[in-house]
């Protein structure tokens, strides 16, 4: 699926907060300032890769939800907002139900989840458009047992269980097979996910947000207002460690590993044409030609992956992302970065530093290495002061040199931390 998939939201906000009681449906209360609601759709209305949102709300405060959106500005993306079911998926089944033809992927998201980031957002649709499905996750902190009437029963191996939350991204055609026959079988799921799974799909998971709370009961609440109050940035100021800084699937080091340092080189070449966009590190840059290939053809991000993967033994681009795979059709190469990167992350390494060339005799690189560098950087949750990039000519020799293609290569230093 290319980048420019258009993208729907679901929204589901008609639960009646039966844990939470009070007087208003939960999504209604008030979290500094505005509803729990209105909170949730700006996250996604404030998105350029979201191109339209469905809400679907409790009867009676249908007229309410527009109004505070309208009033909000949020109303732009908003497609429609509709009258929800009897539980959660019955909810989502009316919207799914009326998805335009032109929608290729919908994520579904939780009314009640408002402090979800751009990034998990992104991490997602990236996922989706991959693999077909994707759910945001964190790693459980407690141990989690099984217990029968009061006795535990079994302690689960903590290692691989996650906290499953939303946004949780499907191809559209996957996401209406999937409701479709959960409805034709009569089953009910807690999530998305688990009826995409029992058609026999794969549901993979992305980096989600501890900060990402559903908000279900009282305490909730409090934690909302602390997130809000900026509890957790000062945390993090002063050193304490949140779920960017812990791996999500930590493969042990073989002993006398630990520590080890490794570098890899990448090298690229794609040809000049016209008709088709310049890409370089994930920046578009305005030029009367752009490169050829099979992918956006960004041919400095294929010399870092190519750097990276041949730092950590993992092969090269040609072998995870082959060109004979309709899937990496025109796909963004910051896309396939992401994926190298939590290759590199579930290998146990992290990235020291990348240093990378573009060999082109035009257009002029350096207006635009600051903005590579920080979409790199960003791609690879990395900082940017350990990515250099440089640009070269050939002073006219060679086909760099007359403007048939354009060059790039890369020299990275990983490291392995466990
Ligand atoms: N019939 C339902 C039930 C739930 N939801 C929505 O699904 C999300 C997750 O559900 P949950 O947190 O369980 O909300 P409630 O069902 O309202 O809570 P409770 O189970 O405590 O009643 C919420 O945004 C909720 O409004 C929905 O759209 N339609
Ligand atoms: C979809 C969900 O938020 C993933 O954690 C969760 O399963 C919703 O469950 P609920 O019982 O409707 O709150």
């Not at 402090?115 to 996922?127: L, S």
């Not at 991959?130 to 047992?145: F, R, S, Y």
Request: hydrophobic residues 40%; glycine residues 10%; proline residues 3%.
């Amino acid at each position: 699926m290319t980048k420019e998939a258009k993208t729907a939201v679901i929204i589901p906000a008609a639960g009646s907060g039966k844990r939470m009681g009070g007087g208003i449906p939960k999504q209604y209360g008030n979290l500094g300032g505005m509803s729990i609601l209105a909170r949730t759709v700006k996250a996604f209305a404030d998105l350029n890769e979201i191109h339209q949102i469905s809400i679907v709300t409790n009867e009676d405060y249908l007229e309410r939800c527009r109004l505070e959106l309208k009033n909000l500005g949020l109303m732009s993306k908003v497609r429609e907002i509709l009258t929800g079911g009897q539980e959660r998926q019955d909810s989502i089944y009316r919207a799914i139900q009326r998805l335009p033809e032109d929608v290729d992927l919908v994520l579904v998201h939780d009314g009640v989840r408002p402090f979800v980031t751009g990034e998990v957002i992104r991490r997602t649709i990236e996922a989706a458009k991959l693999h077909g499905a994707a759910v945001a996750a964190v790693p459980v902190k407690d141990t989690i047992k099984m217990a029968e009437e009061n006795l535990l029963t079994k302690t689960l191996d903590r290692r691989s269980l996650y906290s499953v939350q939303t946004p949780q991204g499907f191809r559209k055609d996957l996401l209406v097979h999937a409701y479709d026959e959960a409805y034709r079988k009569n089953y009910y799921g807690t999530d998305d996910a688990v009826l995409v799974e029992k058609v026999g799909e794969k549901v993979h998971i992305v980096k989600g947000d501890y900060n990402n709370i559903k908000i279900t009961t009282m305490e909730d609440i409090v934690f909302g207002e602390a997130i809000l109050g900026g509890w957790i940035e000062n945390s993090r100021s002063i050193g304490f460690s949140s779920l960017d800084d812990i791996k999500m699937e930590p493969e042990e080091a073989a002993p006398g590993e630990e520590g080890e340092t490794r570098i890899g080189t990448g090298y690229d070449v794609h040809k000049l044409v016209r008709g088709r966009k310049l890409i370089l590190g994930g920046v578009e840059i305005p030029f009367e030609r752009g490169l050829l290939g099979h992918s956006d053809a960004d041919v400095l991000t294929h010399a870092v992956m190519d750097a990276l993967l041949g730092a950590a033994a993992l092969g090269d681009i040609g072998k995870h992302f082959p060109d004979t795979d309709e899937k990496y059709r025109g796909i963004s190469s910051i896309t396939l970065l992401e994926v190298v990167g939590s290759m590199l992350t579930s290998k146990g390494y992290c990235i020291v530093n990348i240093d990378a060339t573009v060999v082109a005799q035009k257009p002029k690189i350096a207006p635009h290495i600051s903005d590579m560098i920080s979409i790199m950087a960003r791609a690879l949750k990395m900082e940017e002061k350990r990515i250099n990039i440089k640009g070269t000519t050939t002073e006219k020799l060679g086909f760099c040199g007359r403007g048939e293609g354009i060059a790039a290569q890369a020299s990275v230093l990983i490291k392995r931390r466990i």
